[in-house]
Structure formats: structure tokens, C-alpha cells
């Protein structure tokens, strides 16, 4: 296995336009995270996943936001009528739970530019 | 909610001095602490963590101290070499969620 996987690294797309990310974890990793990262700050936690549950949801993730797990596996997250504001790095981690305080193993990201 | 906060924003040190990053976080229910270090183009990579039982832990030239009651963290790095030089990350996890709430990182410069 060779870690957490993101697919595409770049995203380049017009205000309005809808966009998908796809993050494939670990794969005995059963949680999985969704960040964002705008230039010169932290990440910023979204959602996370437990197998196909998803336990939370950010107040940043607005309505436009989406995010699915289907069957555990890997996630998509869906962003509908793109806003410049969206413009980030979009950072996927997963961790195995079981254990209190498991480690997040991140993803390269997917960088959103929104025209 | 957990919020966490860091010190300096930048820091710029001779190759083979020492760097000292300080965070202080505000939840006192938070029990663990992991530092992150990013580099250009890749996402963070977990390279030390300290969890609240614990005051310090060492791992050959990083060394990470806790005190719970100010709700401090410190990252040390002794030694430096040009190849840390990195945004990092201090972190704290909300206990109730187990999710890991960043602070907003330090840029290290490490000048040969």
C-alpha cells in the first residue's frame, strides 16, 4: 500500500461549474477525513467518515458541499456552483480507529482554482 | 470548540542551531497533541505526537513537551539541517470527536 491517495493533484474550473475530488485510503484504514487548506494557514476540518457513516460535518462545509463514502472505501467530495472562495487545497486523511487519538495519514491534496 | 494557536508564524535559524515553535490550545478535555511537518507540494506528515499523560517525549533531534495546566505545547528540534526546512504544524484533538483541529503553522527556514 503505498498511503492515501488523491486523485486529480490539480483542478483548474470556471465559477458556477461543479467539481469532484476522489481520495482513496489506506486500505485497512476505516476513518476517513476531509480538509481544507487555503495559502498560509492550517488545515481545516470539513467531514469525516467512519466506514460509510459520516459522524461530522463542519459549519464550513456549506450546502454546496457533499461528500459520500460508498461501502467504506474510498470518498468523493462534490462541490456544486464553484465560488472563487472555494479556491484551496482540498487534503484527505485516514486513520484506523479502535484506539483513542489514532494518527491521520494525509493525502497530497487536490489544489482547487476556481476562475 | 477546540482552538489552537502558534508561535512564531516564521522562523528563519542557522544550520545547527536549535528551533523552538510554541502552541497553546483552549479545550482543557483535549489528550492528545501531534506535530505536523509539510513540505511544498505534499500534504502533512505526522512526525511526533504527545499525549496528555505524558510531559515529554523525545525522538532523536525532535522532542515535544506538554503542561497541561497552561495548556502549552512546545516543539524542539536540535541540530538543525537544511532538509527541515518546513511549514509544521502543532495540533490537538477534540476528545468528543476524536478529529484533529490544526494550529496555523510555522514556516522554518534553516540557512546553511
Known amino acids: 500500500d503505498t498511503g492515501v491517495s488523491q486523485n486529480p493533484r490539480h483542478k483548474i474550473t470556471k465559477r458556477g461549474q461543479n467539481v469532484t475530488f476522489r481520495c482513496d485510503p489506506i486500505?485497512?484504514?476505516?476513518?476517513l477525513y476531509w480538509y481544507r487548506q487555503t495559502l498560509g494557514q492550517g488545515p481545516e476540518f470539513l467531514t469525516y467518515f467512519q466506514n460509510e457513516a459520516q459522524l461530522e460535518k463542519s459549519r464550513l462545509l456549506s450546502d454546496r458541499f457533499s461528500a459520500e463514502r460508498p461501502k467504506g472505501s474510498f470518498s468523493t467530495l462534490e462541490i456544486q456552483r464553484t465560488e472563487q472562495g472555494d479556491s484551496a487545497m482540498y487534503l484527505c486523511?485516514?486513520?484506523?480507529?479502535?484506539?483513542?487519538?489514532?494518527?491521520?495519514?494525509f493525502g497530497s491534496g487536490t489544489q482547487l482554482s476556481v476562475l | 470548540g477546540e482552538n489552537v494557536e502558534q508561535h512564531p508564524s516564521t522562523l528563519s535559524v542557522q544550520e545547527g542551531d536549535s528551533a523552538v515553535i510554541k502552541c497553546t490550545y483552549s479545550?482543557?478535555?483535549?489528550?492528545?497533541f501531534p506535530w505536523y511537518k509539510q513540505e511544498l507540494g505534499k500534504g502533512p506528515q505526522l512526525i511526533i505526537d504527545i499525549r496528555s499523560n505524558v510531559g515529554e517525549k523525545k525522538d532523536q533531534r525532535i522532542a515535544v513537551t506538554l503542561n497541561k495546566t497552561a495548556k502549552h505545547f512546545s516543539l524542539h528540534i536540535t541540530e538543525t539541517q537544511p532538509e527541515d526546512s518546513a511549514v509544521y504544524f502543532c495540533?490537538?484533538?477534540?476528545?468528543?470527536?476524536?478529529?484533529?483541529?490544526f494550529g496555523p503553522g510555522t514556516s522554518l527556514s534553516v540557512i546553511p
Open positions: 495540533a490537538a484533538t477534540e476528545t468528543s470527536y476524536d478529529k484533529v483541529i
Open positions: 486500505s485497512e484504514h476505516n476513518r
Open positions: 486523511a485516514s486513520s484506523q480507529s479502535g484506539q483513542p487519538n489514532e494518527k491521520l495519514f
Open positions: 479545550d482543557s478535555a483535549s489528550n492528545y
